[in-house]
């Protein structure tokens, strides 16, 4: 199974015209900052994920001249939209993704 960052790099090995060196791949937002931070390695991450993990020393750099999207699926039985925090939930990643689109620099929360 490819991770969901793989087409992001794969883009961007097309892009740099050379393949990526891809040492190790971790799963884990939160433990790839750790490696990040403390200069073992370089990583490719969602701005909305590496936001709040950018502490003590850990620099975001986000790509320039290089357009690229994230999809969100979310999941529901049928009956679970019956149910107003669902609904409220649902109505919430919506009003954040709107917002993200006409400022992708702006914070998702």
Request: no cysteine.
């Amino acid at each position: 199974m490819r991770d969901s960052l793989a087409g992001v790099l794969d883009y961007l090995a097309a892009l740099s015209g050379s393949p990526l060196r891809i040492a190790h791949r971790i799963n884990e937002f939160s433990v790839t900052a750790e490696v990040v931070r403390a200069g073992a390695a370089i990583a490719v991450m969602p701005r909305a994920t590496a936001t709040p993990l950018a502490v003590d020393g850990l620099v975001l750099r986000p790509l320039s001249d290089v357009d690229l999207v994230r999809h969100v699926d979310v999941l529901a039985r049928p009956d679970a939209l019956a149910y107003t925090s669902v609904r409220r939930v649902l109505r919430t990643l919506q009003d954040v993704a709107a917002r993200l689109q006409s400022d992708p620099l702006s914070s998702p929360r």
